[in-house]
């Protein structure tokens, strides 16, 4: 296991959803990360050991219009976070990432967390729906079982 859980993380982040040779989806950076907070603090979320983080999680709270608007791929992943106002009313939930380093994977904390943001989200937001778009098999899993243990409609982009 070379180099630190954080570049292990960013390689891993690189490598599955390859952000910088994709302007349509979200790349998190700094002012990335400052709309995504100041839409809702628990938008980002992290475990981390004494060696840095193991798991990272992305939600993103939005309106059921602009959900719809991208499942049916009218407006890109970055249209998505651009177009939903900090400060409004959010009633849908964009399940956006979910990344873990590999000997970490399995044991529950990508859906600890994930629901930890969601719960966090729903006490100040009448959130009514999840939608996600699927990198993976584990992300459909993940989305799956979150909608299932909210009790919330899933919803799902057409495949990439």
Request: charged letters at 25%; proline letters at 5%; a negative charge.
């Amino acid at each position: 296991m070379a180099g630190t859980n954080l570049e292990r993380m960013l390689a891993l982040a690189d490598e599955f959803f390859a952000t910088r040779n994709d302007p349509t989806q979200i790349s998190v950076t700094e002012q990335t990360m400052e709309k995504l907070a100041a839409i809702h603090p628990a938008t980002l979320a992290e475990e981390a050991n004494d060696r840095g983080p193991i798991a990272w999680v992305l939600v993103l709270p939005t309106s059921r219009q602009l959900m719809e608007e991208f499942l049916s791929a009218e407006i890109t992943e970055r249209d998505l976070l651009e177009r939903t106002p900090v400060g409004g009313t959010y009633d849908a939930l964009y399940l956006c990432s979910a990344l873990v380093l590999p000997e970490y994977r399995e044991k529950g904390v990508a859906k600890r967390l994930a629901l930890q943001a969601i719960r966090s989200i729903q006490a100040r937001h009448p959130i009514g729906f999840l939608f996600y778009w699927a990198f993976s098999g584990e992300g459909e899993e993940l989305a799956t079982t979150l909608a299932k243990a909210t009790g919330l409609p899933l919803f799902q982009r057409a495949e990439r």
